[in-house]
């Protein structure tokens, strides 16, 4: 590994982009591993696990989303869930090798009282366990941002989806501008940045880049870029969208990882609908970190038993708690 900072760019266009996307794919692979190898043990793959602690009944739009308030997708609605469920779930996702624990809340925003008490006391506890933890709550103000982060809140995952120019095809709800600002106000509270996007939403190839093209150019490159290929799920606007090419989504992922070398790149939602070798491709092309156990938030992912055959067949392996973050209490 190396520590200077002078192969992170933040001045990509949209051309150049593409040209590193449209190379031959021999070459686009050989220069992601490159750029992977400089960074990251291109052996190994860290593991996130994700819970819902507050499900359905969403007011935004956002048209691939089950939870939204907008559709009929018989997601089964809770209220923020309680502390001993929510350490059950995280002791289990430790004991079963995650080093982080993702929790996310269908909310457009954060709504100071009640909830946003209880999601800090959930922080709380799942800090104590020794693991690094995430949260996805939807907006926040600066105030917001900088309670989570004394909480023990380590990273926020706040996606912007897509590119400026197709996001309103997908959203109406609220604004790319509106998106931006929390990530700043995520920065400016000292939590690390989760952002990332969606794949297979009638987007082109431009949309896709473009996507990258704001997210390497951030003041500083997110330390996580989650890939989603979009979960079709009946009920939404978006449940009868076309099939993402396997080796146009490699290259994707190839292109995120030249973009931003240091940033960890997640294979996320989608997986079920990955094979073996499209996702053992996208390893090779720099995606090292995946959504472990049989849950996302609302759908299904493939299981702990799958995923550690998959890394045994490649030869690779999953980074060990001890590696993460937070020291593991005695
Ligand atoms: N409500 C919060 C928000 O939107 O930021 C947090 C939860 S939201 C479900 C987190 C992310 O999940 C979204 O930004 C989107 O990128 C992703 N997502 C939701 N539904 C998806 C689907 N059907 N397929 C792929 N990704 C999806
Ligand atoms: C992200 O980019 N993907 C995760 C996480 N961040 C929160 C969520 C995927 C959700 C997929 C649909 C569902 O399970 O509800
Ligand atoms: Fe709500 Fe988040 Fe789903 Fe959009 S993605 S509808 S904000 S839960």
Not at 122 to 138: D, F, M, N, P, Q
Not at 219 to 231: D, F, G, I, T
Not at 306 to 319: Q, V
Request: hydrophobic share 35%; net charge negative; proline share 5%.
């Amino acid at each position: 590994m190396h520590n200077d900072a002078q192969d992170i760019r933040s001045n990509w266009t949209a051309d150049e982009a593409m040209a590193l996307y449209s190379q031959p794919f021999p070459d686009l692979l050989f220069k992601a591993q490159t750029a992977h190898r400089k960074n990251f043990d291109p052996l190994e793959v860290q593991r996130s696990t994700l819970l819902s602690v507050k499900t359905g009944g969403c007011p935004e739009d956002c048209a691939y989303c089950p939870q939204s308030a907008h559709y009929k997708t018989g997601v089964e609605r809770h209220g923020v869930l309680p502390p001993e469920i929510v350490r059950a779930k995280a002791e289990k996702a430790k004991e079963s090798g995650s080093t982080r624990f993702c929790m996310g809340a269908a909310w457009r925003e954060v709504k100071d009282g009640k909830d946003f008490d209880a999601i800090l006391g959930l922080v709380k506890e799942v800090k104590s366990i020794g693991l690094e933890v995430c949260c996805t709550l939807g907006m926040l103000t600066e105030s917001q941002a900088q309670r989570l982060k004394e909480a023990g809140c380590y990273a926020y995952n706040h996606n912007l989806d897509t590119s400026p120019e197709y996001y309103g095809e997908i959203i109406s709800t609220r604004t790319y501008e509106d998106r931006l600002r929390t990530l700043e106000n995520v920065r400016n509270a000292g939590m690390t940045v989760c952002c990332g996007g969606i794949v297979g939403m009638g987007e082109g190839v431009k949309d896709r880049l473009g996507l990258l093209v704001q997210l390497a150019n951030q003041p500083q490159q997110p330390e996580s870029v989650p890939l989603n290929m979009l979960v079709k799920v009946e009920g939404t606007p978006l449940s009868k969208e076309g099939e993402v090419d396997p080796l146009a989504f490699v290259r994707l992922v190839a292109t995120a990882r030249l973009m931003m070398p240091r940033s960890m790149v997640r294979l996320s939602a989608g997986r079920m609908e990955m094979s073996d070798e499209m996702q053992a491709l996208c390893f090779v092309a720099g995606a090292n970190s995946i959504f472990a156990g049989e849950k996302l938030l609302t759908t299904p992912n493939p299981g702990e038993d799958h995923d550690n055959e998959l890394m045994t067949r490649l030869g690779m392996h999953f980074r060990e708690i001890k590696e993460c973050s937070v020291p593991v209490a005695a």
